[in-house]
Each structure stands twice: as C-alpha cells, then as structure tokens.
C-alpha cells in the first residue's frame, strides 16, 4: 500500500493509516487470539472501525473504535462457534461441542453404529425415580403416561380444572429432575410439550413440518 493512501482522509481528521493502527490494537487486544487468524481478526476489526467512523455524526474517540473492533471480532467469532456447537460463554473442558441440543441431534446422527444408551438409560432413569416420587406427584405424571392427554388425566384424578392438573404436573417434573441430577443442580425444564394437548400427532414435529414446507415450495416452483 503507498503512503499516499495510508494518508488518505476518511472523516473526523482520521486517514486510513489511523484506521489500520487501530484495527492492528483491536486484533493484537482481542480475547480470541487463539480461536481466528491475526489477519481475519485485522480485516474484521478494520472494516467494523472504518464503518463506525463514517457513520459517525461526531469525531469517535480512539479507545471507542478500538472497542467496536474487539466487539466486531467477539461476535464474528461468537457466530462461529455457535455452529460448531460451542458455547463460547460456558468453558469446556475440550475444543468439542458443549451446547447441549447441538450434541443430543448432530451426535445421534452422526455414528457410524446406532446406539441404544438413550433409550435404555431413560428406562433405567424412569424404573428408579418413578418409586422415589412423592405419592401425588406419582400420580400425576402415571396418569398422564396412561390417559395421553391433560384433559382425561385430569378427569381420572378427579381434578376439575386443567390448568390445575398441569400445575400439578409441573412440580412432578421439577421433582423427577431433582432426583435425576442426583444431588446436583437441577436443569431448568426446557421445550413445549404438546404430548398432553388434546389432537395433537406426536409424529407432527417441528422437523416434519419443515420438510412438509419445503418440499410443498418446491412443487410450487417447478409448476
């Protein structure tokens, strides 16, 4: 690059070699050093810094267009991992995935050989928490098991309101997954659960409806 363009004004009595000076900080400062590339890390903290400066209505201080470069490489980098299955927020004791829905779909998918440990591992589960439940919260979660929906499960315990069934059923939950982790912090109930809903198909799931559309988008394209 010539001098002549290194001096070349951009806004706010910044030129262009400023920029770069600054986007050489915001890559040697970031936290990812390890995780991009140093000239990934340049360009995206030079084009983020650049973008703030002419966008600016007021002259932008150094140290804030230093930090707008951190942040643009923080988030590129964020973005990334987050494909990869990685939850740049949580450490890991591995490079590997550590979100927990990316493993449960993309592990199951991936093996060279089907495995049966889930499925035998929640039969187990279920065999030895089921006993340990308190009595009420037993019922409820048998009662739902048998009838299939929240309206009839009600019914067969007597419960007149639904909504007081699924609350019910909400701390027969809260207590089965206490007694899961074992003595451990309990996860938090995560999902919808449409299996209670009366007319639901539990073959209709977010993944069956989305092929559905799009092969219905295809057809619609070829005529």
Request: a positive charge; hydrophobic letters at 40%; aromatic letters at 8%.
């Amino acid at each position: 690059m010539t001098p002549g363009a290194l001096d070349a004004d951009v806004r706010h009595g910044y030129c262009f070699g400023d920029i770069r000076k600054l986007a050489g900080y915001a890559a040697h400062r970031s936290y990812w050093v390890r995780a991009m590339p140093a000239q990934e890390r340049f360009d995206l903290a030079l084009s983020a810094i650049a973008e703030s400066v002419l966008t600016a209505e007021q002259r932008p201080g150094e140290r804030d267009l230093v930090t707008v470069g951190i942040r643009a490489i923080d988030r590129d980098v964020t973005v990334r991992m987050k494909l990869d299955g990685v939850d740049a927020s949580r450490p890991a004791d591995d490079l590997g995935p550590n979100m927990a829905n990316f493993c449960t779909y993309w592990f199951a998918h991936f093996r060279h050989v089907a495995s049966h440990e889930n499925a035998i591992v929640e039969v187990i589960a279920m065999s030895q928490i089921l006993p340990r439940l308190k009595p009420a919260n037993r019922d409820v979660i048998v009662a739902l098991a048998t009838h299939g929906t929240y309206d009839k499960a009600a019914e067969s315990l007597g419960i007149l309101n639904r909504h007081t069934f699924i609350a019910y059923l909400s701390l027969a939950r809260k207590e089965f997954l206490s007694l899961w982790h074992e003595g451990q912090t309990p996860s938090h109930i995560w999902g919808k659960d449409c299996f209670g809903i009366e007319g639901y198909d539990r073959d209709e799931s977010i993944t069956v409806r989305t092929l559905r559309q799009r092969k219905r988008k295809k057809r619609m394209k070829a005529q």
